[in-house]
T-cell receptor, first 118, second 112 residues
Framework: EADIYQTPRYLVIGTGKKITLECSQTMGHDKMYWYQQDPGMELHLIHYSYGVNSTEKGDLSSESTVSRIRTEHFPLTLESARPSHTSQYLC?????????????????FGPGTRLTVL | DAKTTQPPSMDCAEGRAANLPCNHSTISGNEYVYWYRQIHSQGPQYIIHGLKNNETNEMASLIITEDRKSSTLILPHATLRDTAVYYCIVRTRGTSYGKLTFGQGTILTVHP
């Protein structure tokens, strides 16, 4: 079992509120990712990080921001939530390229946060 | 990354083997075949990956044809908890920032 955690699992919040979705992993992985997924739809990458102090935007434009101050922690923040932000947010991590054996590109996912903005 | 084609849905009886096919006819020599699954409302779960040899782990077996244009994921003894959407992905290891692009996948339903 992968050791990657997300909190909260479910969040219902009103428009205009600031929210932070937490993601933590205890595997020492350098690479971390945030995906957005609507029910029955494909995953869309919105943010990723190569390591501490590294953050990049993914393929899908998102109004959220991320930070990576510690290896194990990759929180996602929405400054002002809107109904269009309603979705499931999935965090993942993977091992660095320098690993000589094993699954350097295997991504381990957290359980997700289902966000509903009213 | 090469495109993959999977049947939209499959059924399997509990305790029987589930064989999930995937076509990837445009795969190139340095591209791996990965399988993930996603159980309803949960995050995707890595299952297995391979390049050209058949692979087996505690979850499943991966059979890749000699020309590498298709593969089959085998769950040897399917259980009800294996009901999920199964995604076949073809990608180069270490590709850019390593993002995953899932297609529609195969909805596997395991019934009693």
């Amino acid at each position: 079992e992968a050791d990657i955690y997300q909190t909260p699992r479910y969040l219902v919040i009103g428009t205009g509120k600031k929210i932070t979705l937490e993601c933590s992993q205890t595997m020492g992985h350098d690479k971390m990712y945030w995906y957005q997924q609507d029910p029955g739809m494909e995953l869309h990458l919105i943010h990723y990080s190569y390591g501490v102090n590294s953050t990049e935007k993914g393929d899908l434009s998102s109004e959220s921001t991320v930070s990576r101050i510690r290896t194990e922690h990759f929180p996602l923040t929405l400054e002002s939530a809107r109904p269009s932000h309603t979705s499931q947010y999935l965090c993942a991590s993977s091992e660095p390229h320098e690993v000589l054996a094993g699954d350097t590109d295997t991504q381990y996912f957290g359980p997700g946060t289902r966000l509903t903005v009213l | 990354d090469a495109k993959t084609t999977q049947p939209p849905s499959m059924d399997c009886a509990e305790g029987r083997a589930a064989n999930l096919p995937c076509n990837h006819s445009t795969i190139s020599g340095n591209e791996y075949v990965y399988w993930y699954r996603q159980i309803h409302s949960q995050g995707p779960q890595y299952i297995i990956h391979g390049l050209k040899n058949n692979e087996t782990n505690e979850m499943a077996s991966l059979i890749i044809t000699e020309d590498r244009k298709s593969s089959t994921l085998i769950l040897p003894h399917a259980t009800l908890r294996d009901t999920a959407v199964y995604y076949c992905i073809v990608r180069t290891r270490g590709t850019s920032y390593g993002k995953l692009t899932f297609g529609q996948g195969t909805i596997l339903t395991v019934h009693p």
